[in-house]
Nanobody, 125 residues
Framework: QVTLLESGGGLVQAGGSLRLSCAAS????????MGWFRQAPGKDREFVAA????????YYTDSVKGRFTISKDNAKSTVYLQMNTLKPEDTAVYYC??????????????????WGQGTQVTVSS
């Protein structure tokens, strides 16, 4: 059983920063890709960022490039999302996700079989 436990969300002023954390258990963490998605009320779940199992490659949706950074600490079995220069349009519930297998489209929610509970990020104007 894979368990993902998220933390780090909150309320922040536009232009500020937050760092989200996701602690994983139940599998060999260092051998799997990890992703972050977000969902605003009434909208579909949206891809934000992903990182390869060996930390060599990262991927971002265009709207967060240059502002967000995904990273992974294998010793702590934890993936992070550093969010800088936050904008009101970044407001959403953010979810950590682990894929069903090493293969698949990293930007598709269908690739991921395990999800965290979500953490709320609210950015005020």
């Amino acid at each position: 059983q894979v368990t993902l436990l998220e933390s780090g969300g909150g309320l922040v002023q536009a232009g500020g920063s937050l760092r989200l954390s996701c602690a994983a258990s139940g599998r060999t963490f260092r051998l799997y890709n990890m992703g972050w998605f977000r969902q605003a009320p009434g909208k579909d779940r949206e891809f934000v960022a992903a990182i390869s199992w060996n930390n060599e490659r990262t991927y971002y949706t265009d709207s967060v490039k240059g502002r967000f950074t995904i990273s992974k600490d294998n010793a702590k079995s934890t993936v992070y999302l550093q969010m800088n220069t936050l904008k009101p349009e970044d407001t959403a519930v953010y979810y950590c996700a682990s894929p069903k297998s090493p293969a698949g489209d990293y930007a598709s929610a269908m690739t991921y079989g395990h999800w965290g509970q979500g953490t709320q990020v609210t950015v005020s104007s």
